[in-house]
């Protein structure tokens, strides 16, 4: 099963910038698109961008399009989310998974096709 973990949240203030980092093990061939996804404490857990693991394909939120930049790295098994621009309401713990969507949609549904999700990194922008 896949197992999943991410890091590079932190304290940051309004207009600042990180890069978070998730590390995949076990995926397979049948993998291949990545996700990250963001949530607050009572809401669902929110879709924020997608990519596939060659590169050639990326989704955005249209609340972070613009700001934040999804990219992969194959050899490393390894999805980065670089957010600039951070504004308070992207305070969330962030996570990543592996999805399945149709890129040529707008606002194409997003399928999670691991239920194993990591523990998460969290990212607070405050001043």
């Known amino acids: 099963q896949v197992q999943l973990t991410e890091s590079g949240g932190g304290l940051v203030q309004p207009g600042g910038s990180l890069r978070l980092s998730c590390v995949v093990f076990g ?3 049948r ?8 949530q607050t404490p009572g809401k669902d857990r929110e879709f924020v961008a997608a990519i596939t693991w060659n590169g050639g394909s990326t989704k955005y939120a249209d609340s972070v399009k613009g700001r934040f930049t999804i990219s992969s790295d194959d050899p490393k098994n ?10 308070p309401e992207d305070t969330a713990v962030y996570y990543c ?3 399945v969507l149709n890129f040529l949609l707008t606002k194409p549904d997003i399928g999670i096709t691991n239920t194993n999700w990591g523990q998460g990194t969290q990212v607070t ?3």
Do not use: A, E
């Not at 980065?80 to 504004?87: E, F």
């Open 97 to 99: 998974n592996t999805v």
């Open 78 to 87: 390894t999805v980065y989310l670089q957010m600039n621009m951070l504004k």
């Open 27 to 29: 995926r397979t061939s």
């Open 125 to 127: 922008v405050s001043s």
């Open 31 to 38: 993998d291949h698109t990545m996700g990250w996804f963001r």
